[in-house]
């Protein structure tokens, strides 16, 4: 499709994910039956340790959380990952050669987030 890997091509396939997108969401809840979409967890069922993982995918790539509890359900340890942990080092490949202000275009084009980084 768009093999470019310029900023405009980067936008296109962008609108093209939320296109499709909003058609799976359309899908699912047309499919969706009737009922409850949250049963709430009684505080007292919590007396055993735990782990939990989940990966999820964001319109910049996946996102992980891992979270351990202890009695109690209160979080001994987790972890988060955002996406824009792995996608800062491409930034740097892709303004080599560039202006610095080309900067803010190429940096914005990728839509890293900075505290995602940090995470």
């Not at 001994?76 to 275009?105: K, M, T, Y």
Request: glycine share 8%; hydrophobic share 40%; proline share 6%.
């Amino acid at each position: 499709m768009l093999e470019e890997g310029d900023v405009d091509a980067r936008v296109r396939i962008r609108i093209l994910e939320v296109e499709q997108s909003m058609s799976i969401i359309d899908q699912v809840l047309q499919q969706l039956p009737p009922g409850q979409v949250c049963n709430p967890i009684d505080p007292n069922s919590l007396t055993d340790a735990r782990e939990g993982v989940a990966l999820i995918e964001s319109f910049r790539g996946d996102v992980l959380a891992w979270v351990k509890t202890g009695c109690g359900g209160f979080i001994e340890r987790c972890h988060l990952r955002d996406p824009s942990w792995f996608q800062w080092p491409l930034l740097e490949a892709v303004i080599e050669g560039n202006i610095v202000a080309d900067f803010p275009l190429c940096n914005k084009s990728f839509n890293c987030s900075y505290s995602g980084h940090d995470l």
